[in-house]
């Protein structure tokens, strides 16, 4: 009889341990989607102040705006002409990390193409950096750059 009790009160302890197993993996299934998506909008935040930064820095500097959006060649003097060039340096490397995202958020691919397309058809600049410096950059932000009908250089 004792033997019973004991086997019936170590199957019970092993049916509430099981239920405690799974209610605790309940809870870190729920944590992993929580800090899943707390890690997406932290990501989408980054991107988000990047290009907040970079629209200071146009507005602070806003002699430099038409050689990105107005098709204005590049400047030949050359304290504005680095300048310039850095702005497009800056560009690409937007781009790139734009494009690095999509690895953990594939859903996002493509979604900044148009913008730097924008940027590539109205910037003899970044044309002329690109020309220069695109095999540095991975293939994806290559296609980000793309206008098409037209190669990337």
């Known amino acids: 009889m004792a033997s019973n009790i004991v086997s019936a009160a170590s199957v019970s302890i ?10 605790q993996g309940t809870l870190a299934r729920r944590q992993v989607a929580h800090n899943e998506n707390l890690n997406r909008a ?10 907040i930064e970079v629209d200071k820095f146009l507005v602070d500097n806003a002699d430099l705006r038409p050689y990105f ?3 204005r060649p590049t ?3 050359e304290k504005q002409r680095d300048k310039v ?7 690409a490397d937007l781009a790139e990390y734009c494009t690095a ?3 953990v958020r594939p859903e996002l691919a493509g979604d900044w193409d148009r913008y730097f397309q924008h ?7 970044l044309r002329e950096y690109w020309a220069n410096y695109r095999d540095y950059y991975p293939d994806r932000v290559k296609k980000s750059f793309r206008i098409s009908g037209a190669s990337s250089g």
């Not at 060039?85 to 560009?91: K, R, Y």
């Open 14 to 23: 092993a049916l509430l341990a099981l239920g405690i197993a799974l209610w």
């Open 119 to 125: 940027l590539y058809t109205n910037s003899p600049t």
């Open 85 to 91: 060039v850095a702005m497009a340096e800056m560009f």
């Open 75 to 77: 400047p030949t003097g």
């Open 69 to 71: 959006y107005g098709n």
């Open 42 to 51: 932290k990501l989408h935040q980054g991107i988000a102040k990047l290009f």
């Open 101 to 103: 995202t999509e690895i």
